[in-house]
């Protein structure tokens, strides 16, 4: 069993940055990839990115390459989302997840999800 608490949202002006962190609890931390979604109001929850196990493999949606960066600290219980340049249309609720993701950009094949936090850019 894995608990996630994702933490770093909040109103950032477009070309800002933020930085999320999502703790987790548990001693089985780095057996777990781990993922970020996001969702805005209406719309489906879309992956973002991805990050193995021991983090030498990441994933990127297009929509986020070269301005999101996933990190994690196996040490901490910790995943990152680095987000720079942010626009208004990254505007959304975002969830970290983790689980023994096969398709990465699946959100059916993570086991555990994080409550999820706000993220609003404003132009």
């Known amino acids: 069993q894995v608990q996630l608490v994702e933490s770093g949202g909040g109103l950032v002006q477009a070309g800002g940055s933020l930085r999320l962190s999502c703790a987790a609890s548990?001693?089985?931390?780095?057996?777990?990839?781990l993922g970020w979604f996001r969702q805005a109001p209406g719309k489906e929850r879309d992956f973002i990115a991805h990050?193995?196990?021991?983090?030498?493999?990441?994933y990127y949606a297009d929509s986020v390459k070269g301005r999101f960066t996933i990190s994690r600290d196996n040490a901490k219980n910790t995943v990152y989302l680095q987000m720079n340049s942010l626009k208004p249309e990254d505007t959304a609720v975002y969830y970290c997840?983790?689980?023994?993701?096969?398709?990465?950009?699946?959100?059916?094949?993570?086991?555990?999800w994080g409550q999820g936090t706000q993220v609003t850019v404003s132009s």
């Open positions: 997840a983790a689980g023994y993701s096969y398709t990465y950009y699946d959100s059916s094949t993570y086991n555990y």
């Open positions: 548990g001693r089985t931390f780095s057996s777990y990839s």
């Open positions: 990050i193995s196990r021991i983090g030498g493999t990441t």
